[in-house]
């Protein structure tokens, strides 16, 4: 059979109800419809398999019924069992490893058979009775490109489109390339960036993207409807179908007008331009040079790894402590000529045998000078450890095992004291029973009360905050696809976009690899302008790869900074991409000014075999 390549055009209609003349951001409205979205594309790449029992002409008889959960329009891998697996020990035959050859989709679906065609076939192979089908292995390559807004309304397409792809690309089942992505790859395929929208175009592009479809987002009005088109689409122009979803009762995109928009960082921001076609969040970010919004500290040879911050000398003077995984140092402002800098103090060495999990800064004790609250992991046993700085060194004043403690902190500064029993044996999870609040009793900090938080909520990246006078008592808490939730009296609020963030494996000895828990690092809430409106500070690591064996591969990083509206977390601030990736951060006043800074722990360099490690702590302004 003849190498076929067609043209998938499958069709999800989400509506909203027009309201007011102007839209300037997508709300979690459309973070909801996104979901449904990304959820109805999933019955395309259903994961079912069978056999095709008959070839017929054009046509394949698989042996996939209606009670499987599979659609018209459903794409299936077409796959050839290939080479016999054998196990050189046993000499018994493991099976056949499958290897895709083509592409199927799903005409139609009876009782117990469904009618498809052949989509492609790689050259040389068909497809013939006795082939297996089913569903792609490993993830959907999504191509995501510009939406195309053909309404008369002025919709902010730039940050839906940046909510619809940070929640496709949240979902474990699609990889997605965004425009970024797209406007690389038709350079190298010789595309101008302004025709890569084009039909004809989508070809060249994927010879250098090889994404597995393409999808568009398209704006049309209809009958005081706003009606939100997903097309699939393959990189050749032939229609082999179409689908379509209408998805109604969910929250309408926000209007906002610009008086209602608070200015964020500079008061030389506007409000972003609408376009026909979408580009990255057009927030406003600035340099150091623009706005004197960023200072940082010397290049440090080491790797960091937590940081905190806090008075701890007792002069009411902030200073940060910088952790690498074993050691801390004491840092503090200072100015070198016209530029603010951070100048090391002291430091603690020598923990080479434990690694550093948790690290806060808080006067729990009441003596007016903040302690540093250290949690570490030695071989398989959490051990906390408490200092003091003391006329000029750091003084354990305290320590137990078997307990992880945090240090939160609210959005107007309070700090407070949190923890969770660990366990030492490898074949139970690491955490044990209900975070709790921690306090001082005079002799020692001891457990209090269990927080009134959700269940699925641990020790690690979580917070708690009054967000505003009608939502106190709320939970922020990271899932593993980097979005952080809003929980409260037990219900899901809000649930941001995903922001890659850094996080720790606490690999313990002679536990089971899979069994190894990764942490989620700080959530920081600050209050920020004239109306002391709570803001959400959150970093990004930027990069096409996950971790590989704890290996984070980033080519850069940025913050953000969402304000809360009453009900959502709306972006207002979004830095420009930086070198290196930041694996903690704390907000603070750490230059002692009377207003409040990010202040991350970057590394640069990595350590490894062949150069030494770099870091730099980072400050950015944030009003």
């Not at 027009?18 to 259903?46: I, R, W």
């Not at 592409?103 to 192979?125: D, N, R, Y």
């Not at 002025?154 to 992505?181: G, H, I, K, P």
């Not at 828990?517 to 002391?532: D, K, S, Y």
Request: charged share 25%; hydrophobic share 40%; with cysteine.
């Amino acid at each position: 059979m003849m190498k076929k390549i067609w043209f998938a055009w499958i069709v999800v209609i989400l509506t909203f109800q027009l309201s007011g003349t102007e839209f300037v951001h997508a709300s979690g409205g459309f973070t909801q419809q996104s979901e449904q979205l990304v959820e109805e594309l999933h019955k395309y790449f259903p994961q079912v398999s069978g056999t095709i029992v008959s070839v017929r002409d054009e046509k394949l008889f698989v042996d996939i019924g209606n009670s499987e959960p599979i659609i018209v329009g459903a794409q299936l891998a077409l796959l050839d069992e290939g080479i016999e697996i054998v196990d050189p020990k046993t000499k018994k035959v493991l099976g056949r490893y499958e290897e895709q050859i083509g592409t199927i989709q799903i005409l139609e679906i009876m009782e117990q058979f469904s009618v498809a065609k052949v989509l492609w076939t790689k050259p040389g192979t068909e497809a013939i009775q006795g082939n297996h089908v089913g569903g792609f292995s490993g993830k959907v390559k999504v191509a995501v490109l510009p939406i195309l807004n053909l309404t008369e309304e002025t919709v902010q397409t730039n940050l839906a489109y940046d909510l619809f792809v940070r929640t496709m690309a949240s979902d474990e089942r699609f990889a997605v390339f965004d425009e970024a992505d797209l406007k690389s790859a038709a350079v190298k395929a010789g595309v101008s960036p302004s025709d890569m929208t084009q039909k004809e175009a989508l070809a060249d592009i994927n010879d250098v993207l090889k994404a597995h479809t393409f999808l568009q987002l398209t704006l049309r009005p209809d009958a005081g409807n706003i009606l939100v088109q997903a097309l699939l689409l393959s990189d050749s122009g032939e229609n082999i179908g179409s689908a379509q979803e209408i998805v109604r009762e969910y929250a309408d995109l926000q209007p906002r007008t610009r008086s209602e928009k608070q200015p964020a960082i500079s008061q030389t921001e506007s409000a972003p331009q609408s376009q026909p076609f979408s580009e990255k969040p057009s927030t406003v970010s600035h340099t150091a040079t623009e706005q004197e919004a960023i200072w940082m500290s010397e290049i440090l040879k080491k790797r960091a790894h937590k940081i905190a911050s806090g008075d701890l000398t007792g002069n009411g003077k902030t200073e940060v402590v910088l952790a690498t995984r074993t050691d801390l140092e004491l840092f503090e402002h200072a100015a070198l000529g016209e530029k603010d800098s951070l100048r090391p103090l002291n430091k603690i060495e020598g923990f080479n045998d434990a690694f550093i999990l948790a690290l806060g800064i808080a006067d729990m004790n009441g003596n007016g000078r903040e302690e540093i609250f250290m949690t570490t992991l030695r071989s398989i046993t959490a051990e906390t450890r408490v200092f003091e700085y003391r006329s000029g060194t750091f003084e354990e004043i305290w320590r137990t095992k078997g307990t992880a403690l945090r240090v939160l902190r609210s959005p107007k500064g309070k700090k407070f004291l949190v923890g969770q029993s660990t366990t030492a044996s490898v074949t139970l999870g690491f955490l044990s029973g209900k975070v709790a609040e921690y306090a001082w009793d005079g002799n020692d900090y001891t457990r209090r009360k269990a927080l009134n938080i959700p269940g699925r909520v641990k020790l690690f990246g979580f917070t708690l905050a009054d967000l505003d006078q009608n939502t106190p008592n709320a939970t922020l808490y990271f899932d593993k696809y980097n979005r952080i939730n809003v929980f409260q009296g037990g219900e899901r609020i809000e649930r941001t976009g995903s922001y890659e963030g850094y996080w720790i494996p606490v690999e313990r000895e002679g536990e089971d690899e899979k069994n190894v828990l990764r942490i989620a690092g700080n959530i920081e809430l600050t209050t920020l302008g004239p109306e002391q409106q709570v803001h959400l500070v959150v970093f990004e690591n930027l990069s096409p790869f996950k971790f590989i064996q704890g290996l984070p591969l980033y080519s850069g990083s940025r913050i953000c900074v969402l304000k809360w509206t009453g009900t959502e977390f709306t972006q207002t601030f979004q830095s420009e991409e930086a070198d290196g990736y930041i694996v903690d951060y704390t907000v603070a006043d750490v230059d002692n000014d009377g207003q409040q800074e990010a202040v991350l722990a970057k590394v640069l360099k990595s350590d490894d075999l062949f150069r030494t490690p770099e870091s730099q702590i980072m400050v950015y302004e944030l009003e």
